[in-house]
């Protein structure tokens, strides 16, 4: 089992440089020399170590380190965005031609793109699972969408170590890994405070008659009548209660976790919203899955994204503690072919396609292969992080915890398989960003025994599929250096190369262990959420 935390001395030697060097001297000279982003993404390199370019378009100046940035031995807050569901190619950045997102780009332009960060698990709740406790999904308690799973008391969250260094902790989105009255809420995890939904079947509303705060429910006066229109659209609640919360956080580190429920279904937004006025009367004639203007409202949703992040920073910056606050930016599982029809196989948007070169990443959300685990994942911390740097470093999910934990000086616990990022995003010399010795995927949703495998060790990834009829499975093996699109199988020339892989994956299963209910009259399939999700479906036939 890998041990992931880098030795003490060498935290401490880059906790010190990050707080103390207010602009990295690498940042005039990347090592590699001029490397265009795309050919980074086409050819990600798996094991060596970042590979730093030049921005894709011309960054903004680096603000000049200003009397506002720490000293040495204050430790930097946290923010971690989450958009849901949102694809590794769905920004603009990235060359997309229909999506709107000036903000994430400029995000990118002023902080540090991994091309290989991957999700933690094909679908959210799996991945969550996995962020925010450090562990991959054969060692964490949700694998997949499975209903009735949550984390484990015995778990240590992000939240958990962070509160335990001083920080104060707080989350506003969409939860999806334990829902009230069991052992997975929230607040149970580590979060002074937590608001939005815990239940991911109660976050496909962005209309909802109430949502939770601290495990207490909040209603919201003018929801309810159809699960597409109301008074309270919930993203706006939640970021307004997002910043109200940072603006009251003075002095204090701070960890913010974001879990927006934006771009995910079912896509609705306000009429007056000026990303859906931008939207709105696009003609876009592609099918929808729900209503016929589906394709136009996820476009606005991931525009009030874009445009919400964009508060956050504005925010940090009106606060003045931009510069002593690390952003992360990122998605939680590969992105869905939404909108799919003959002239758009790989959905309207095509979240795993290159728009610049029309390479695809196999598969998509729910799928182990690389279109169900790439996600964008952004890192921004003006002055520490080298603006416009691209990164191929190979980590996952898992790796979020032990690099919070190392900025914060607090230790990271010995069953997180996750590595310190550090390293990368200080611009360190090569040697000094450990590697995974390999990535571990699984995902139970047809149960344990039926389990879909993938394990990544360098270039080489294994995956076990369900045969056709599901009573078997079978091997497959692909080298993502010479094959991203994972449509060339070595398994039979390569045999000692999957059995080696097999063999880790052997090693990196633990059969999973779910968290409690405590309470059953609140926990999801008791009477009350079960009403709730009966008369869910109800106003969804009867308004949709
Ligand atoms: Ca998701």
Same mark, same amino acid.
């Given at each position: ?15 010190a +440089?990050a ?13 590699? !020399? ?20 030049p921005?894709?378009?011309?960054a ?8 506002? +940035?720490?000293?040495? !031995? ?18 603009a950045?990235?060359?997309?031609g ?18 290989? /960060?991957l999700?933690?698990?094909a679908?959210?709740?799996a ?10 999904? !054969? ?5 997949s969408?499975?209903? =009735? ?7 240590? @969250? ?25 052992? *997975? ?7 002074? %405070?937590f608001?939005? &939904?815990?239940?991911? %079947? ?12 601290n495990?207490? /429910?909040?209603?919201? #006066?003018?929801?309810?009548? !159809? ?18 919360? %940072? ?7 701070? &960890? ?31 099918? *929808? ?11 606005a ?8 992040i ?10 003045g ?13 590969? *992105?869905h072919? &939404? ?11 095509? #979240?795993?396609?290159?728009?610049? @070169?029309?390479? =695809? ?13 790439? /996600? ?7 002055? =520490?992080i ?9 980590? &996952?999910? #898992?790796?979020v915890? #032990?690099? %919070? ?8 616990p010995?069953?997180?398989d ?5 390293p ?26 039926? =389990?879909? /495998? ?9 995956l ?12 497959w ?17 390569r ?10 994956a052997?090693e ?30 109800r ?6």
């Amino acid at each position: 089992m890998e041990r992931p935390t880098i030795s003490k001395c060498c935290a401490a030697a880059l906790l010190a +440089a990050a707080l103390a060097a207010p602009s990295p001297a690498r940042a005039a000279d990347p090592p590699d !020399g001029p490397r265009p982003p795309a050919a980074a993404d086409a050819a990600a390199p798996a094991t060596p170590a970042p590979t730093l370019a030049p921005p894709a378009t011309p960054a903004p100046a680096t603000p000049p380190p200003s009397s506002a +940035a720490p000293a040495l !031995g204050e430790r930097p807050s946290f923010i971690h965005i989450v958009l849901d569901d949102w694809g590794y190619y769905e920004w603009a950045g990235m060359g997309h031609g229909r999506l709107h997102t000036p903000r994430i780009d400029r995000f990118a332009a002023e902080g540090m793109r991994f091309t290989q /960060i991957l999700a933690g698990g094909a679908v959210g709740a799996a991945s969550r699972s996995a962020l925010l406790t450090g562990r991959h999904t !054969g060692h964490t308690a949700l694998r997949s969408n499975r209903r =009735r799973r949550q984390l484990r008391d015995a778990d240590v @969250t992000i939240a958990e170590v962070l509160r335990g260094a001083g920080y104060a902790t707080a989350g506003f989105g969409k939860w999806g890994v334990g829902d009230r009255g069991t052992s *997975g809420a929230p607040e149970r995890q580590g979060f002074e %405070l937590f608001f939005g &939904y815990y239940h991911p %079947l109660h976050a496909i509303t962005p209309f909802p008659r109430y949502l939770v705060k601290n495990g207490e /429910i909040v209603p919201q #006066p003018g929801n309810g009548n !159809g699960i597409l229109r109301g008074a309270a659209f919930s993203h706006a609640v939640l970021l307004r209660a997002a910043k109200d919360w %940072l603006r009251a956080q003075a002095g204090r580190p701070f &960890y913010l976790y974001l879990p927006w429920t934006p771009p995910h279904g079912l896509w609705g937004l306000p009429k007056d919203d000026p990303a859906w006025q931008r939207f709105r009367d696009i003609g876009w004639n592609v099918p *929808g899955e729900y209503t016929r203007s589906d394709a136009q409202r996820y476009a606005a949703l991931l525009a009030v994204a874009d445009r919400s992040i964009g508060e956050v920073l504005d925010l940090l910056g009106e606060l003045g503690i931009a510069d002593s606050t690390l952003v992360i930016l990122s998605g939680d599982n590969g *992105g869905h072919s &939404y909108f799919r029809n003959r002239r758009h196989p790989a959905g309207f948007f095509a #979240p795993n396609v290159d728009p610049k @070169t029309g390479a =695809r990443f196999r598969g998509g959300k729910g799928s182990l292969y690389e279109g169900g685990l790439r /996600i964008p994942f952004l890192a921004r911390w003006p002055g =520490r992080i080298q603006a416009g740097a691209v990164s191929g470093h190979l980590g &996952y999910l #898992p790796d979020v915890l #032990p690099t %919070l934990a190392a900025l914060a000086g607090a230790e990271t616990p010995p069953q997180v398989d996750g590595i310190s990022l550090l390293p990368t995003l200080l611009g360190a010399a090569e040697g000094e960003q450990r590697q995974h010795r390999y990535l571990y995927w699984e995902d139970d949703r047809a149960g344990e025994k039926k =389990r879909l /495998i993938a394990v990544r060790m360098g270039e080489w990834k294994a995956l076990r599929t369900p045969r056709r009829l599901g009573f078997s499975h079978r091997w497959w093996l692909y080298h993502l250096g010479e094959d991203p699109g994972e449509q060339n199988d070595l398994s039979r020339h390569r045999p000692e190369v999957l059995a080696s892989l097999r063999a880790l994956a052997e090693e990196a299963h633990q059969p999973p262990q779910n968290g409690e209910v405590l309470d059953s009259k609140q926990a999801f399939g008791a009477s009350r959420t079960g009403r709730v999700l009966k008369a869910l479906r109800r106003w969804f036939v009867r308004w949709l």
